[in-house]
């Protein structure tokens, strides 16, 4: 087991969800450019809630997590809610979700150091079907000065511009920095700088 799964599974093994229970704000707000029933991939997905979330507006989900922990909340929230949620036990270093599978992929406050970052982002734009999109939120290295939640590294927080370069071949229909309240569970709360990218694949 990596250092990573270790210490995800440690954060999640507790009877509370550590990020809360509702969805992402970001993605409430960008659900609705979705096609119903879009076969959405999660990365990142931890204990479930946007992945919850998306399966209850009918969406085909598949949440990928390195944690078993994790991933063993999303099987019992889906049972609990009646929808079905695919989980995939996985490191992303070595996760491979295919090409031109997905309608759309997430990932909400999924940090990763910026090699391996380069190395998922690519991997997920070419899992995205023609006119795929992308959505996607993450803390910027503003938020280590806030102080209320995500790495303490920068590299594996979001620059803009590096995102904007990473990104390239998208479409960005919505691409903004900006502080805002975030309240999610007990590890993400408070007044958060944060980076928020919708992008469609051609």
């Known amino acids: 087991m990596s250092d990573t799964a270790d210490f995800w599974n440690t954060r999640f093994a507790v009877s509370e969800f550590i990020y809360g229970e509702a969805p992402n704000d970001f993605l409430r707000e960008q659900a609705p450019r979705l096609a119903p029933g879009s076969r ?9 809630r946007n ?8 969406h085909a989900l598949t949440a990928v997590d390195a944690s078993h922990e994790g991933l063993a909340k999303v099987l019992a929230r889906a049972a ?14 070595r ?7 997905f309608d759309a992929v997430v990932s909400v406050f999924c940090h990763l150091p910026s090699a ?3 190395t998922v982002m690519t991997r997920a734009m070419a899992a995205l079907k023609p006119g ?20 303490k590294d920068a590299d594996m927080l979001l620059e803009a511009d590096i995102v904007r370069g990473e990104l390239a ?5 919505h691409f903004v920095e900006l ?6 569970g007990s590890y993400h709360t408070g007044r958060a700088s944060v980076l928020q990218v919708v992008a469609r694949k051609p």
């Open 132 to 151: 795929g999109l992308l959505i996607m939120e993450g803390y910027t290295p503003r938020q280590l000065a806030f102080g209320t939640g995500g790495p």
């Open 40 to 48: 959405v991939l999660s990365l990142g997905e931890g204990e479930g």
């Open 169 to 173: 071949g998208l479409a960005l229909l």
């Open 116 to 118: 391996l970052r380069r």
């Open 179 to 184: 502080e805002r309240e975030v309240i999610e």
């Open 51 to 58: 992945a919850l979330f998306l399966a209850k507006l009918g």
């Open 80 to 93: 609990a809610a009646g929808v079905d949620i695919t989980v995939v036990l996985a490191d992303l270093a």
């Open 95 to 101: 996760y491979q979700p295919g090409v031109a599978q």
